[in-house]
């Protein structure tokens, strides 16, 4: 990959534009597979028998991806390389029956999903963005790409000790985003209308899984634009570089001693546990499928797992200059410092002493610096699809990231050089 002039390069440009363009994890996926195409590689359906041609190949499923490359010449026992990371981001998603309202105002119904910082959802113009499903079983993305929503304060002079006590929101009651005035709210109003956008026939749309997004462009930041300003970069950073760096391990076209994958899930933020999160089946599935394909057999897979390493790729915390007293005294990882590697022995991230020597081979191989990250101790640390991954398919997984600063905001903050590095890592770690 091209080095970059400091603090702005076309890595991060691209990176800005994914996001912008990715307000859900269909979106993100389906953007992916765009960006893969071009690099060669082609979708394979699920339902169809697979081929052990080598090449570039990607599997679609929902919010998820799995992509692949197979060098020339690939024995079946072949290990693999895995760059895993997770598509969905806390937000607030569209219920069942949509639409309410009340005292004139016009609102859709939403529940939270995963564990958004609340507040900041407050004020924000929303845009409204995801998957409808049609009478005949197909799929549509839709995205209202301009300001729609909002869930608005309350104002200071109605609650008056907001700034001495904290604000205190209450999930079902104060995050209904307010889309309009009428006192009629009629059943159906919002699914019409994104048939409507969509440029459906009315009564088409039977199923739908959408969610709010703020439509506020990702932005540079700083003095030198040093810093990076923008919406899921929890986790499509990662989601990004892991498909720069496959896309760009499979131009190089040489001989590789691993397969190089990219495995991106949904719902790892609230627990993993679906057809298409890390905690089901889908990556075992078709890695197995891989082998398979090649002619092997259960030997060459059990060969092939018991070599394969992942990098289970997250953002983590930078130290926050405002609560430094909440980390590590001695590990403060910062922006523009490199990718974390992410330790907890109580394997809230999968990384032991071996995996570490794997990750810093890779930095070292791509010249890039790597910070480490541990919880304070009286603070338990959040989790990642790393232990899911080692735990359900046997394979030695090692936790990283980047560090940012607000996670789970509406909009994060990274350092602008910090992605780019973490994409460099990943290509010396699929190249072996």
Not at 154 to 170: F, Q, Y
Not at 173 to 199: K, M, N, S
Not at 217 to 237: C, I, K, Q, S
Request: aromatic share 6%.
């Amino acid at each position: 990959m091209s080095a970059p002039s400091r603090f702005h390069h076309p890595h991060t440009d691209d990176l800005m534009a994914f996001l912008a363009a990715s307000p859900t994890p269909y979106h993100a996926v389906a953007n992916a597979a765009e960006r893969l195409e071009k690099a060669g590689f082609r979708q394979v359906a699920e339902t169809d028998a697979w081929d052990g041609t080598s090449g570039g190949k990607y599997v679609l499923r929902g919010g998820a991806i799995v992509a692949w490359y197979v060098p020339e010449g690939s024995a079946p026992h072949t290990p693999f390389r895995i760059v895993g990371a997770h598509t969905d981001s806390p937000n607030l998603r569209v219920k069942p029956q949509p639409d309410s309202g009340a005292h004139g105002w016009r609102q859709v119904a939403v529940e939270i999903y995963g564990g958004p910082l609340m507040n900041s959802w407050l004020d924000r113009d929303l845009g409204l963005a995801g998957r409808l499903t049609l009478r005949d079983g197909s799929t549509r993305l839709v995205d209202v790409d301009r300001p729609l929503l909002r869930v608005p304060q309350l104002a200071i002079h109605l609650d008056r000790t907001v700034s001495t006590e904290g604000l205190k929101l209450d999930k079902q009651r104060h995050l209904q985003p307010v889309w309009g005035l009428g006192g009629d709210v009629r059943d159906g109003d919002l699914i019409a209308f994104l048939e409507e956008t969509a440029g459906i026939p009315g009564g088409q749309v039977t199923g739908w899984d959408l969610m709010t997004y703020p439509v506020e462009a990702p932005a540079y930041l700083g003095r030198d634009r040093e810093l990076v300003a923008g919406p899921r970069m929890d986790n499509l950073l990662s989601v990004h570089a892991g498909t720069a760096a496959l896309a760009a391990v499979a131009a190089s076209g040489g001989a590789l001693p691993y397969i190089p994958v990219l495995a991106a899930f949904d719902h790892e933020e609230n627990g993993s546990q679906s057809d298409t999160g890390a905690d089901g089946p889908l990556l075992g599935t078709v890695l197995e499928r891989s082998v398979f394909a090649r002619g092997g057999s259960y030997e060459d897979r059990a060969r092939a797992f018991a070599g394969t390493v992942c990098l289970s790729s997250d953002t983590g915390h930078a130290v926050h200059p405002n609560y430094a007293e909440r980390h590590d005294p001695t590990h403060h990882p910062r922006v523009n410092g490199g990718p974390i590697l992410k330790v907890n022995v109580n394997n809230r991230y999968a990384t032991d002493g071996s995996g570490r020597a794997v990750f810093a081979a890779a930095c070292e191989k791509a010249g890039v610096p790597f910070q480490s990250f541990v919880s304070h101790n009286s603070m338990p640390c959040g989790t990642t699809i790393g232990p899911i991954t080692a735990a359900r398919h046997g394979i030695r997984t090692v936790d990283i990231g980047v560090a940012i600063l607000s996670m789970h905001s509406a909009r994060e903050l990274c350092g602008a050089d910090d992605p780019y590095l973490l994409a460099n890592a990943l290509v010396a770690f699929l190249e072996g």
